[in-house]
């Protein structure tokens, strides 16, 4: 079974398991939501274990609401595997990377 599990702490949003359509399913707005009162919050990706194009697709939607909140967003650690389907996507450089030592 498809899990996902998000915390905030720290104007930090972790993203715990799954970004896949399956997963996607169960995930409460109101769990990441709130995130968005913030001038910043960074997305940490390190302990996603699978992603798919609806977990791209996603993350794009959390730029769009950032964006309307007028709250800056990054994303740190991204996986290999979702810098390998950026790159089948065609979407390279949109999501605004950081990157760490």
């Known amino acids: 079974m498809s899990s996902v599990n998000l915390t905030i702490a720290d104007k930090v949003l972790s ?10 399913a169960l995930i409460n707005k109101n769990n990441y939501s709130n995130c968005f009162s913030f001038d910043h919050v960074t997305v940490d990706l390190s302990a996603v274990t699978k992603v798919d194009t609806a977990g791209l697709a ?12 007028s709250c800056e967003i990054t994303f740190m650690h991204f996986p290999e595997k979702l810098y390998k389907l950026i790159a089948l996507s065609g979407v390279n450089g949109l999501l605004p990377v950081t990157v760490s030592e």
Do not use: P, T, V
């Open 58 to 69: 996603w993350l794009f939607y959390l730029l769009e609401q950032s964006i309307a909140h």
């Open 15 to 24: 993203i715990n398991g799954e970004l896949s359509r399956h997963s996607l």
